[in-house]
Nanobody
Framework: QVQLVESGGGLVQAGGSLRLSCAASGRTFISYAAGWFRQAPGKEREFVAAISRNSDRTWHADSVKGRFTISRDNAKNTVYLQMNSLKPEDTAVYYC?????????????????WGQGTQVTVSS
């Protein structure tokens, strides 16, 4: 089992930045790839970014490329999402997730473990 706890969400003005953190406990986190998803009110949960176990590969949704960056520190069992140039349409609950490496990284069903989410609100 892997337990995930997100933090770092909040209210920010458009153009601002936030850094989300996802702290993992339980089994060795280095065994898992990780991802971030988000869910806006009335919309389905969507893929934001993913990172391989050893950080050699990352993936970002087209909507956040050039603005968001996923990273991880396995020594701290933590995954990060640096969010710059935030837009009101980035407003959502952001979820951290973990999966066994391999296969797809883009779909909710790819991930076995989920955090409770952290709210990000971007005001115009």
């Amino acid at each position: 089992q892997v337990q995930l706890v997100e933090s770092g969400g909040g209210l920010v003005q458009a153009g601002g930045s936030l850094r989300l953190s996802c702290a993992a406990s339980g089994r060795t986190f280095i065994s898992y790839a990780a991802g971030w998803f988000r869910q806006a009110p009335g919309k389905e949960r969507e893929f934001v970014a993913a990172i391989s176990r050893n950080s050699d590969r990352t993936w970002h949704a087209d909507s956040v490329k050039g603005r968001f960056t996923i990273s991880r520190d396995n020594a701290k069992n933590t995954v990060y999402l640096q969010m710059n140039s935030l837009k009101p349409e980035d407003t959502a609950v952001y979820y951290c997730a973990a999966k066994v490496s391999g296969g797809s990284y883009y779909y909710i069903s790819d991930y076995a473990y989920w955090g409770q989410g952290t709210q990000v609100t971007v005001s115009s």
